[in-house]
């Protein structure tokens, strides 16, 4: 059985620590349609418990304070977590691209090998024919 070579995401993933995990699922879902269409839904449903349904006993009525309250410390976690995202996407970034570098400076090595090979072979297929000019100048001229 042949080991299957880990990507360098795979391996990147493997090393995420807790917060790391939690702050890509947070960035994940907070940044989605569904959450979006959740978020919504959700402030419909609190603008109609308390404007109609619960009109004579609501808990937060209209201008809905406590709702705002709410909002405005998803706001502030919502900034802090997509902080902690972008951070996090940035180290990706870096790691990624001194990857490529590595990578790259690899490749230039191997391609300076594989010309100095094709030089050896180029001089030896000139010696070859240095070769067989002088056989044959040797056999027209006897």
Do not use: C
């Not at 990507?7 to 993933?13: F, G, L, N, S, V």
């Amino acid at each position: 059985m042949t080991e299957q070579k880990k990507t360098w995401h795979a391996e990147h993933k493997a090393g995420l620590s807790r917060g790391q995990r939690a702050a890509d699922v947070l960035r994940n879902g907070m940044g989605s349609w569904p959450f979006v269409g959740i978020f919504i839904a959700s402030m419909m449903v609190w603008a109609l418990l308390n404007s109609i349904v619960l009109a004579n006993n609501a808990w937060d009525p209209y201008p809905y304070i406590l709702l705002n309250l709410f909002l405005s410390m998803l706001a502030g976690l919502q900034g802090a977590i997509l902080l902690i995202a972008a951070k996090r996407q940035d180290a990706i970034a870096a790691a990624m691209a001194q990857h490529d570098y590595d990578t790259d400076v690899q490749a230039e090595d191997e391609i300076q090998k594989l010309t100095a090979i094709n030089n050896q072979q180029l001089e030896i297929l000139r010696e070859l024919r240095q070769l067989l000019a002088e056989r044959d100048g040797k056999a027209t001229a006897q």
